[in-house]
């Protein structure tokens, strides 16, 4: 039976979660907000000609953009429930797969069966498959924040799927054109917008390297290239070598190619594309090594990361509005289950009231 000293830090450890009292390290952000923006209009720059005519209205383009820094702002409260549920969504660990006896190329799509997975793999070799490691200790993390590898491609794919239902809903919409379901239309473009925003965010994270690797901020463990082990380097890459080069949407347009593709099931596609940003995280700690990151070749390399992501986004966008169509099936179950009676909503004129029914006896009466 555990001691009352531990029953009293759990129960202490939980008051303080609860109350959001636990102070939340310092996040690891990806690309400040101007650089989610920029990976956000270049993305919808690439859209099929066949997407929805609103998604190019100025003010909607800038709605999605400044959505794509939704998911930073949820962290900045600091709330142990937002910061367990979504910390994760924002990188994955690759080399923390292995002592866990995963790859990022064995490890479910499905979100829980990969947590399932990590979970048994940490009971097996809590120390690791080589014994090496360092045990997870619970105590050092109480907000659950470094307890799993991380969930950047479940993040990516399941709001990819959630815009694929929105981007149907929106169409189904479209087809029943009744001017009664207005403000069914109108939540409609508003669920995509967000989604979209949303989605921007994760795949912008999986662009910049240091999202990827557990050298997210200064190099950790061996180090025998020497690399920086800075706890300001993720920041410096999120937003100071921007600044520095004064990279923004107008200087990226013109390079800016959509050569990145996503199919109806976009998981491999996704793992293609982390897996290419992590190859680059030794290269980004040579380059801050050697002082390139402040010249042309550090230009050249961010450059290449936003490109990267705008061209993975668009990719993930079309797919996502590609796979929507509806069915007839689609429509007629949507009508089902949707009920919709416009006479039923608050904004309708309330039905006159019916007179009372005159009841005529019969002529003749029964004597019970």
Not at 300 to 317: C, K, N, P, S, V
Not at 334 to 363: H, L, M, Q, R, W
Request: glycine residues 8%; hydrophobic residues 40%.
């Amino acid at each position: 039976m555990p001691s009352l000293r531990t029953l009293l830090a759990g129960g202490l450890a939980f008051a303080g979660l609860a109350l959001g009292l636990w102070p939340a390290p310092s996040p690891a952000l990806a690309w400040d907000a101007p650089g989610h923006r920029m990976i956000t209009w270049l993305a919808l720059d690439g859209l099929d000609a066949s997407a929805p005519a609103f998604l190019r209205e100025t003010a909607v383009r800038d709605a999605i953009a400044w959505q794509a820094a939704e998911p930073d702002r949820w962290r900045g409260l600091r709330n142990p429930y937002i910061s367990n549920a979504t910390y994760g969504n924002h990188f994955i660990d690759i080399e923390d797969l292995e002592p866990l006896g995963l790859t990022i190329d064995t490890m479910s799509p499905l979100r829980y069966r990969y947590v399932r997975d990590m979970a048994i793999g940490r009971h097996e070799h809590p120390a690791g498959l080589d014994g090496k490691s360092k045990p997870y200790n619970a105590k050092l993390d109480p907000m659950g924040q470094q307890e799993w590898a991380g969930f950047l491609l479940h993040a990516i794919c399941e709001h990819q799927a959630i815009l694929t239902s929105q981007f149907k809903t929106y169409r189904i919409l479209e087809k029943l054109n009744e001017p009664a379901r207005a403000a069914q239309l109108q939540m409609a473009r508003a669920n995509i917008m967000a989604t979209m925003g949303v989605l921007s965010h994760y795949v912008g994270d999986g662009a910049q390297p240091l999202h990827t690797t557990r050298h997210f901020n200064g190099w950790v463990g061996d180090n025998p290239g020497g690399y920086t082990t800075a706890k300001t380097f993720h920041a410096y890459i999120d937003g100071g070598v921007i600044a520095h080069h004064k990279l923004n949407y107008h200087v990226l347009k013109p390079g800016q190619t959509y050569a990145r593709t996503a199919g109806r099931d976009p998981w491999n596609d996704v793992l293609g594309y982390v897996k290419a940003s992590f190859e680059k995280v030794e290269p980004l700690y040579a380059m801050e090594k050697k002082g390139e990151l402040t010249q042309d070749a550090g230009k050249t390399f961010i450059t290449e990361r936003l490109h990267d992501g705008a061209a993975m986004l668009a990719a993930m966008y079309n797919a996502a509005w590609a796979a929507s169509e509806p069915s007839p099936q689609d429509l007629a179950d949507f009508i089902k289950y949707d009920g919709f009676n416009p006479a039923e909503a608050p904004s309708a004129a309330p039905a006159p009231a019916s007179a009372p029914a005159t009841v005529t006896p019969p002529a003749n009466p029964s004597p019970r």
